[in-house]
């Protein structure tokens, strides 16, 4: 069974600082794609970092970068420069060749000023 | 391009009613999903809809169901409506190339 899981539900940080947010997940397959997303409170779901699992460079994204562990099936994500405009429910995500998405629970990230 | 767009953006039923949510993905993308989100649940996968045909399906009851038109816009439907269908309804439209999902503004359903 394919699984995610993020096991920090809530997470805070102060302004301008970093703050990295955990994903672990399950598959036994070997070609896939990892995803974050961001939904603020406007509930309007944002992409905000994707990886290729058969890439071993981590995707960065401005101020977003990934830290992808593929033999641990770690994917955490780092935010550098925390902005007010990041407080958000973080979601981590992967799809196996085409087929379903599997989402993890989220993250609820606030900074704080 | 424009992004995914989704009617009604809110919508209050009662119990027993049906209630149909429309989905229309970015121009080219061939894929839907749909989601539902409640404070409890997290998102819930309800199905995929790929050129018109049913590619993956959530563990849901057969009250929601859905389709999808030539032109790639999806609806879904809910019949016999209770309580605790009150969430926010996601569509997702998918890139083939990028493997890559891009969600819509949802769709809020209240259910008294």
């Known amino acids: 069974a394919q699984t995610v899981t993020q096991s920090q539900p809530e997470m805070s940080v102060q302004e301008a600082e970093t703050v990295t947010l955990s994903c672990t997940y399950d598959?036994?397959?070997?070609?896939?794609?990892l995803f974050w997303y961001k939904q603020p409170p406007s509930r309007q779901m944002i992409l905000v970092i994707r990886?290729?699992?058969?890439?071993?460079q981590n995707a960065t994204e401005n101020r977003f970068s990934v830290n992808f562990q593929k033999a641990a099936k770690s994917f955490s994500l780092k935010i550098s420069d925390s902005q007010l405009g990041d407080t958000a429910m973080y979601f981590c995500?992967?799809?196996?060749?085409?087929?379903?998405?599997?989402f993890g629970t989220g993250t609820s990230l606030t900074v704080i000023p | 391009k424009a992004g995914v767009t989704q009617t009604p953006r809110y919508l209050i039923k009662t119990r027993g009613q049906q209630v149909t949510l429309s989905c229309s993905p970015i121009?080219?993308?061939?894929?839907v999903s749909w989601y539902q989100q409640t404070p409890g649940q997290g998102l819930q996968f309800l199905f995929e809809?790929?050129?018109?045909?049913?590619?993956n399906k959530g563990n849901f009851p057969g009250r929601f169901s859905g389709r999808q038109f030539s032109n790639s816009r999806s609806e879904m439907n809910v019949s016999t409506l209770e309580l605790g269908d009150s969430a926010l309804y996601l569509c997702?439209?998918?890139?083939?190339?990028?493997?890559?999902?891009?969600f819509g503004p949802g769709t809020r359903l209240l259910v008294l």
């Open positions: 995500a992967f799809i196996l060749d085409g087929n379903q998405f599997y």
């Open positions: 598959t036994s397959e070997s070609n896939y794609y």
């Open positions: 990886q290729e699992a058969y890439k071993q």
């Open positions: 121009s080219g993308h061939r894929s």
């Open positions: 809809y790929f050129s018109e045909t049913q590619r």
């Open positions: 997702a439209s998918y890139r083939r190339d990028q493997e890559t999902q891009y």
